[in-house]
């Protein structure tokens, strides 16, 4: 079966501070990583995109990089900003874009 | 700004009524989706289209939900009766396969209550 798990499941950091967010799936076959950001009440946005010869792409603030020996990801929040509160969602695509969703992390940046 | 645009934003129905939901998809884009979200679930692929031909909708429930694309400009998600369980956000993405990597660009969703 399919899966992306992603941890933790939500997090609370101070304004300023970075963060990672982890991802691990089994999906098979591998076609590209996707991280997206979904604020409350809107629809997600995509941050990065990697394919498996990638190992890395950033994306302002945001560096994602990807693991595709032990099927891992992470992404990295530098200098985190209260806008950067939002669910992040890790998403594995298969071959004719079939998609696995993970549960997402909810992280909340505080002042 | 293309956009990826959903109607209605939300909708309150009874058990048994007929919902539809509608999306228009950002011009010159070929494929497009239709997911569900749930505190529980969180996002689930329901159905995808090509060049309007649906690809794959086995994440859907076939004996209530259809997805038809009538045109390129407009995709639609019909559930049908409605039932509790099915209350959810459901979003449209669009994407232009060309591009080899497959992005995708959500609309806002549709927020479904069923009573």
């Known amino acids: 079966k399919n899966q992306v798990e992603q941890s933790p499941q939500s997090l609370i950091i101070l304004e300023g501070k970075n963060c990672t967010l982890q991802?691990?799936?089994?999906?098979?076959?591998?076609?590209?990583l996707r991280w997206y950001k979904q604020d409350t009440g809107r629809g997600p946005v995509s941050l990065t995109i990697m394919t498996f010869s990638e190992n890395t792409k950033s994306n302002g603030r945001y560096t994602a990089t990807l693991d595709a020996d032990t099927k891992q990801s992470s992404l990295h929040i530098t200098a985190s900003q209260l806008s950067d509160s939002a669910s992040y969602i890790c998403?594995?695509?298969?071959?004719?874009?079939?998609?696995?969703f993970g549960t997402g992390t909810k992280l909340q940046v505080i002042p | 700004d293309a956009r990826v645009t959903q109607t209605p934003r939300h909708k309150v129905t009874e058990m048994g009524q007929e919902v539809t939901m509608r999306c228009q998809p950002i011009?010159?884009?070929?494929?497009v989706f239709w997911y569900r979200q749930t505190m529980m679930q969180g996002l689930e692929l329901l159905a995808y289209f090509r060049n309007r031909a649906p690809l794959d909708d086995s994440g859907m429930p076939k004996d209530r939900f259809s997805a038809e694309m009538p045109d390129a400009t407009l995709a639609t998600l019909k559930i049908q009766p409605s039932e509790p369980r099915d209350s959810a956000v459901y979003f449209c993405?669009?994407?232009?396969?060309?591009?080899?990597?497959?992005?995708?660009?959500f609309g806002p969703g549709t927020r479904l209550t069923v009573t």
């Open positions: 011009l010159g884009h070929n494929t």
């Open positions: 991802c691990n799936y089994t999906v098979s076959p591998f076609s590209n």
């Open positions: 993405a669009s994407g232009l396969l060309s591009t080899g990597l497959g992005e995708q660009y």
């Open positions: 998403v594995n695509s298969g071959g004719y874009q079939k998609v696995t």
